[in-house]
């Protein structure tokens, strides 16, 4: 009898688990965001980072609650974003990049839903010219930077630009060699620590012969980008803004 007693009770604890179990099956997110950043100067792909020193999306789920916790991702290098898991609801999603602040815009997502953001990007940074492979084996290369806005809150002085260089063509201040990317002061590109660009920016060369290290002997190809920003920061973050990714072919020695 005792037995049966236990028995029945185990069965009803497993009855309620299970029923509680599908009361917590919620539906997976299947819902899709996509877009892209352009800049709205010259209409061309928004050049940026990925991860937290790229262009980060918040999306607030006003659906539910007033205060939600916020959710996070990033786009990829060209500017492109394509989140596939995200809850139907209503959203107040805010951009952040090295870019004039954009307001929070309420979404609503429902199926996929793509969005364009036409950004002004802090800095434009744009080859002059295509980068040259010498004949002792460095790289050269020519690159123009112009402010990418006429508001005065955001044209600062340059800080640091970079050369930044990777065996792969994920390449920027979140992947380079350390050996063969090179750093340069503002004084090396062409204008004061404290300058403030004119109205046709500075124009300046770097190259991979002030590397601490020379490339290999043997042939092979890299992948390089120059990166350069001022002292303005978005989420108490320094945020580079970038040239398009070139690919350059070293011969062998």
């Known amino acids: 009898m005792k ?8 069965s ?4 309620f688990g299970i029923a509680s179990c599908a ?8 819902e899709t965001f996509r877009g892209k950043f352009i800049d709205k100067g010259t209409k061309e792909p928004f050049q940026t980072a990925i991860g937290n ?4 999306i918040r999306m607030m789920e006003y659906s539910w609650s007033d205060t939600p916790q916020p959710y996070d991702f990033n786009c990829m290098m060209d500017g492109t974003f394509n989140n596939t898991k995200v809850f139907k609801g209503e959203y107040g ?5 090295a870019f004039v602040p954009l307001p ?13 953001y036409e ?3 802090i800095l434009r940074v744009e080859w002059d010219g295509e980068p040259v492979v010498n004949i002792d084996r460095t790289v050269t290369a020519k690159v123009k930077v112009t402010y990418g806005s006429d508001d005065a809150i955001y044209r600062k002085p340059l800080v640091e630009g970079w050369l930044f260089v990777s065996e792969t063509d994920y390449v920027g201040d979140f992947s380079y060699s350390p050996n063969y990317s090179v750093k340069c002061a503002p004084e090396q590109m062409g204008v004061t620590a404290s300058e403030i660009l004119g109205a046709d920016g500075t124009t300046f060369t770097i190259s991979t012969s002030q590397a601490s290290k020379s490339f290999p002997d ?3 190809k890299y992948f390089i980008r120059v990166g350069v920003r001022t002292s303005v920061t978005f989420d108490a973050t320094n945020r580079y803004n970038y040239t398009v990714v070139k690919e350059v072919s070293i011969p062998v020695k």
């Open 119 to 121: 950004v002004e990007p």
């Open 218 to 220: 043997y042939a092979r």
């Open 12 to 15: 009803l604890f497993i009855i």
């Open 23 to 30: 009361d917590d099956n919620y539906p997976e997110p299947k």
């Open 53 to 56: 020193t790229g262009v980060r």
């Open 3 to 10: 037995s049966n007693i236990i028995n029945i009770v185990l």
């Open 104 to 116: 929070e815009e309420r979404i609503k997502i429902s199926g996929t839903v793509e969005k364009t």
């Open 93 to 97: 999603i805010t951009p952040s990049g």
